[in-house]
């Protein structure tokens, strides 16, 4: 076991020192690559803790103290880059290290994300450039520092930038994805790209980089002849060793170090040798103590590690013994137990039954029948019945040792249960010859007997029923009606009662006793029989018995033009409600129709004798539909609003962005024919907040907005827009017809790039007729933007770096949506023109239909005047 693990110690120092093996250069030595060009582009998202920043800054300032830097010789520029690019300095801006280091000792992380092909670009557009200090003829390299995934796509232009002859090494760090950065490396991808699991390992990639760029090494291009390790140096070479081996005096070849043979060592016992090093081991019985140096004996019972059964005997160091409890003896396997069964080896000496109690245990006992004497070993028959340890009820018989069985007397039988008797009882067993009824005697004996209503017959046995009616045995005045042997009951004729002395009769009048179900009048018809009448404007119904009511009114039988009042064969006529009985008391005048149809008008309903008309508060204007009011004629559409509920939004910036839909709400005239309001939130996934056929005032939209919950996760923009066309705009959901023209407008509100394709359901939903605005908030991406807003892009189309400023954005929606509002801004129009004559025109004839509507509802008012005074009269 020690052997094995000194094997591993060297195989793992073998490789660490392989890994590391390196031309070394002195301080002062630098790198005579000759003329390059080199720039630096370095990550400083987030996702970059302080101290790894650091560690990246002093692996910056150790490549350049390896270079000749001059503007003849090799020029360095720094690229740092997030969410977005920022030169530190370029390849013209210094010409001494001391001013590089300095400025690289001066570089602020962005921390924002990690957009890397916006920095390959410019990378590739800018840096590389002459105006920034490039040279035509000299080589561009460009080293690209990473420790994460792309979060925009590099593929394309890195390929651009090696296009134009550009080096690029790939160094990743950590969280770096292979796959990313062999995509924007120069081939051959072995010598391109470097990943290293944490940052305190990149100097790594700045030695290897080293090695690419400064050209021969004598170790890697000539025959060193050393054994291990090669050591460069400028034009020059020196043999190393490995851990654990020394240089022999030839310079070239290696020696391991003994330190067991060479007694330098502390081990108690046994000493095993490796490389440079040794470990500790203990003789057989002995176990290395916690010191890895001395042993201790090893005392298997102590530890438990023994398989004896019961008992475990310590025999010496890693040496022990089995034994076993009383009552048991040691198995052949000299490991388990067994019980020692005195009875099963006849080692007892019972007379009749021998008993095992336990390991080396017995006791003695009788067969059945037998009693175990006083000497705890012989046995004695047992007589129950002559020791009356018997529960006979009568007869107790002896069969043998402890047996016995029950008897009974003459006259009686033994039971189920073998111990008690019962008596003989013919009757009860229908051993008898009665008829009827069987009375018993006693044991064995009889007479038979007659139920009553009977009588026996001279054979002592049969019965004969007794007929009280035949016999003329009753003192029925009408009627003796048979019911069984020996009884009777009196009844009466139809038409007539049993008395209370349950024989005598009396004629029944139904009507005086109330026992008819007449509704109105009962007319006694004779003794027993009834008909029914009918009080005056009721008539008998088919059951001649219930009597209705003749309702005029149900019956078509009047003259009324709206209400008819019924009572029992009169009726009087009425008006519903808002309407007014005429002279005559037939007819009907509406007074009140606004109260009395669904005139659906948005503001306010003027009766006019018979009809009415709708009028809008001041400032407002009715619709074409003759019902609604607007601030203008545009203001009527139906607006779904795609909110972004991403986790990069974050709480309180949600709640910003509820606030700025309630301001887009506040600007426009919602009502059920007006403007119609739906909402959708999406993340991942797509959720509808409320349709447009939700909510119909602005209040209810605006409260129903701030109760939204905030959903986090991913941004499937183009999932939302999918949603929102084939589902938000259906007329399912409360849009209307495309037949009526009402605008379809749709605005989503984001502030990252989708992580879905937008490009498909943008461009249907323009072709639908749905105009499109596309509003960006902070990392929104601003080409996903353009190719959602509607022509022309500029009008619909809105971005702000804050989301503190999207009230803004608000306010300038306000126009678009109602293109009659304005900013505060007076726009002088020219009175001639033409389209100001019919604006104008428009204008006056809305007044003229106000003012006619005014003096409709005074007319309607004086008319109402009027028939109040006629009434009064």
Do not use: W
Not at 219 to 233: A, T
Not at 383 to 394: I, S, T, W
Not at 481 to 496: A, K, L
Not at 754 to 762: K, M, P
């Amino acid at each position: 076991m020690g052997n094995l693990r000194g094997l591993s110690v060297f195989i793992v120092l073998t490789l660490a020192v392989f890994t590391s093996a390196r031309p070394k250069s002195g301080p002062n030595q630098k790198c005579k690559s000759g003329p390059v060009d080199l720039v630096f582009l370095i990550d400083s998202s987030r996702s970059v803790r302080p101290h790894e920043f650091e560690t990246m800054r002093k692996f910056l300032i150790d490549i350049l103290n390896t270079l000749d830097i001059g503007l003849d010789t090799t020029r360095v520029g720094v690229v740092q880059y997030s969410s977005q690019v920022r030169s530190e300095f370029s390849l013209k801006t210094h010409s001494k290290l001391e001013n590089m280091v300095k400025a690289i000792n001066e570089i602020v992380p962005l921390a924002q994300g990690t957009m890397t092909g916006l920095a390959i670009r410019y990378l590739m557009n800018e840096a590389f450039s002459p105006g920034q200090g490039d040279r035509p003829k000299v080589p561009n390299v460009a080293v690209i520092v990473t420790d994460g995934r792309p979060q925009d796509r590099v593929a394309e232009v890195a390929a651009e930038a090696r296009e134009r002859g550009i080096e690029i090494y790939a160094v990743g760090v950590a969280r770096a994805d292979m796959t990313s950065l062999r995509a924007m490396a120069s081939p051959p991808f072995e010598d391109h790209v470097f990943l290293v699991e944490r940052f305190d390992l990149i100097y790594q990639f700045g030695l290897q980089f080293q090695d690419k760029l400064c050209g021969i090494d004598l170790c890697l291009e000539s025959d060193h002849g050393c054994e291990h390790l090669c050591e460069s140096s400028p034009g020059s070479f020196t043999c190393q060793c490995l851990p654990g081996y020394r240089l022999n005096a030839d310079g070239k070849t290696c020696s391991a170090i003994d330190l067991c043979a060479e007694r330098k060592h502390d081990c108690q016992q046994i000493c095993i040798s490796s490389p440079g090093s040794f470990t500790c081991d203990c003789n057989q019985g002995y176990h290395l103590n916690d010191d890895k140096k001395t042993c201790s004996p090893i005392d298997l019972c102590a530890e438990g590690k023994h398989d004896c059964e019961q008992v475990c005997v310590y025999s010496g160091p890693g040496i022990f013994t089995c034994d076993c409890n009383e009552g048991y003896r040691l198995n052949v396997d000299e490991k388990a137990c067994s019980p020692i069964d005195l009875c099963a080896e006849e080692k007892h000496d019972c007379q009749q039954v021998c008993v095992y109690s336990g390991p080396g245990v017995f006791t003695c006992d009788c067969n059945k029948g037998y009693r175990l004497n006083g000497d705890k070993k012989t046995c004695t028959p047992i007589d129950l019945c002559a020791e009356e340890k018997d529960d006979c009820q009568q007869a107790c018989v002896y069969m043998g040792p402890g047996v016995f069985s029950c008897d009974c007397n003459e006259g009686y039988r033994l039971n189920g249960d073998e111990k008690t008797c019962s008596p003989i009882d013919l009757c009860a067993e229908g051993k008898h010859g009665c008829e009827q009824v069987c009375v018993y005697m006693g044991p064995g004996v009889f007479t038979c007997d007659c139920n009553e209503g009977y009588r026996l017959n001279v054979d002592e046995k049969t019965c004969s029923p007794i007929d009280l009616c035949a016999e003329g045995k009753h003192g029925c005045e009408q009627v003796c009606v048979y019911s069984g042997p020996g009884i009777f009951t009196c009844d009466c004729n139809e038409g007539y009662r049993l008395n209370g002395d349950k024989k005598t009769c009396t004629p029944i009048d139904l009507c005086a006793e109330g026992k008819h179900d007449c509704d109105h009048v009962c007319v006694n018809m004779g003794p027993g029989i009834f008909t029914c009448d009918c009080k005056k404007g009721y008539r008998l119904n088919e059951d001649e018995k219930s009597c209705s009511a003749i309702d005029l009114c149900a019956e078509g039988k009047h003259d009324c033009e709206q209400i008819c009042i019924s009572t029992p064969g009169v009726f009087t006529c009425d008006c519903n409600k808002g309407f007014k009985l005429n002279r005559d008391k037939r007819t009907c005048t509406n007074m009140d129709m606004c109260n009395t149809v669904k005139h659906g008008c948005d503001y306010q309903c003027v009766n006019t004798p018979g009809s009415y008309h709708c009028i809008c508060p001041e400032g407002q204007l009715l619709q074409d539909d003759g019902k609604t009011c607007g601030t203008c004629k545009s203001a009527n559409i139906d607006l779904v609003l795609l909110i972004d509920g991403s986790k990069s939004v974050r709480p309180q910036n949600f709640e910003l962005v509820k606030k700025f839909v309630n301001q887009v709400v506040d600007s426009l005239d919602v009502s059920a024919h007006g403007t119609r309001v739906g909402l959708v939130q999406y993340s991942s996934r797509v959720r509808t907040e409320f349709p447009l056929n939700m909510y119909h005032t602005a209040e209810d939209i605006k409260a129903a907005v701030m109760k939204v919950d905030y959903m986090e996760k991913g941004t499937m923009t183009g999932l939302a827009l999918k949603h929102m066309l084939e589902y938000s705009f259906s007329e399912a959901e409360g849009a209307r017809p495309a037949s009526r023209n009402i605008p379809r407008i749709g605005l989503v509100f984001t502030d990252g790039r989708s992580q879905d394709d937008i490009s498909e359901y943008a461009k249907k939903a323009k072709e639908a007729g749905i105009t499109m605005y596309a509003v960006g908030v902070g990392k929104a991406v601003e080409d996903e933007l353009r190719e959602i807003a509607s022509d022309p892009v500029e009008k619909h189309f809105y971005y702000t770096t804050d989301f503190s400023a999207i009230n803004t954005i608000a306010d300038n929606l306000k126009l678009n949506v109602c293109p009659a509002e304005s900013q505060g801004e007076v726009e002088v129009k020219d009175p001639c023109a033409c389209e100001n004559l019919v604006e104008f025109q428009q204008a006056t004839m809305n007044s003229l239909d106000q003012f006619t509507q005014k003096l409709a509802s005074m007319a309607a008012r004086l008319e109402q005047l009027e028939n109040q005074l006629l009434s009064r009269k």
